[in-house]
């Protein structure tokens, strides 16, 4: 167990519609990262949170968008959904903004139909 | 831009036999981190290992060890004595140690331990 919780772990939703990944860093931890790993692109970064701040992007597409709130959880939004956004989406959390070691949470797995 | 090869996509190993999964990387920074992850079945990645490019020895972490060839531009892992619960996919990255702080992952390597 690495300490970061990802919630729902099942989301399964319709196409166009919008859906909200919730993540719990370790405690401790202020820099809270976001990854998209699906069959075609592998593992990519999506975004970067430190201490609530923006602090790097990655290939995030437009219709995302996620902001890291006070108590340090962070949320990931999905907009207008298409079937190319299936995938795994893991959070990661470390305790400096450069911190090395980067825990995974156990993801969140979106089923778009 | 940073970027990593990992160019076997699948390996079978005996039990108990070692194995070395590998790891290429290319990157024009001089400071930069080299991580290895596990990601089993169950879908979760697993820490394994971590070289940072100035460190003079190579990591190790019980039975990891990566094997560091900065002029080769290779991070291989070395799994020792593989265990039934050592298969998954393994995945090589990189992060920039002074800029972006993202990881730039391999595609990975499913490792298959047979008994």
């Known amino acids: 167990d690495s300490g970061v919780t990802q919630t729902p772990k099942h989301l399964i939703t319709a196409t166009g519609q919008r859906v909200t990944l919730r993540c719990s860093p370790r405690?401790?931890?202020?820099?809270v990262y976001w990854y998209q790993q699906s069959l075609d692109q592998g593992l990519q970064f999506l975004i970067q949170?430190?201490?609530?701040?923006?602090?790097a992007k990655g290939n995030i597409l437009e219709r995302f968008s996620a902001q890291q709130f006070p108590d340090l959880h962070s949320e990931l939004n999905l907009s207008s959904l298409e079937l190319g956004d299936s995938a795994l989406y893991f959070c990661?959390?470390?305790?400096?903004?450069?911190?090395?070691?980067?825990?995974f949470g156990p993801g969140t797995r979106l089923t778009v139909t | 831009a940073q970027k990593i090869t990992q160019t076997q996509p699948g390996m079978f190993v005996q039990e108990k036999e070692a194995v070395t999964l590998d790891c290429t990387y290319d990157?024009?920074?001089?400071?930069?981190?080299l991580f290895w992850y596990k990601q089993p079945s169950s879908g979760e990645m697993i820490f394994l290992i971590y070289?940072?490019?100035?460190?003079?020895q190579n990591a190790t972490e019980g039975r990891y060890s990566l094997n560091f060839q900065k002029a080769r531009k290779s991070a291989n892992l070395v799994i020792s004595a593989s265990q039934l619960g050592d298969s998954a996919m393994y995945f090589c990255?990189?992060?920039?140690?002074?800029?972006?702080?993202?990881?730039?992952f391999g595609q990975g390597t499913r490792l298959t331990i047979n008994p």
């Open positions: 990661a959390s470390s305790v400096e903004v450069a911190g090395y070691e980067q825990y």
């Open positions: 405690s401790g931890d202020l820099s």
């Open positions: 949170y430190y201490n609530g701040e923006e602090r």
């Open positions: 990157t024009s920074d001089q400071s930069y981190g």
């Open positions: 070289q940072g490019s100035y460190d003079e």
């Open positions: 990255a990189m992060r920039d140690i002074q800029g972006a702080q993202k990881l730039v």
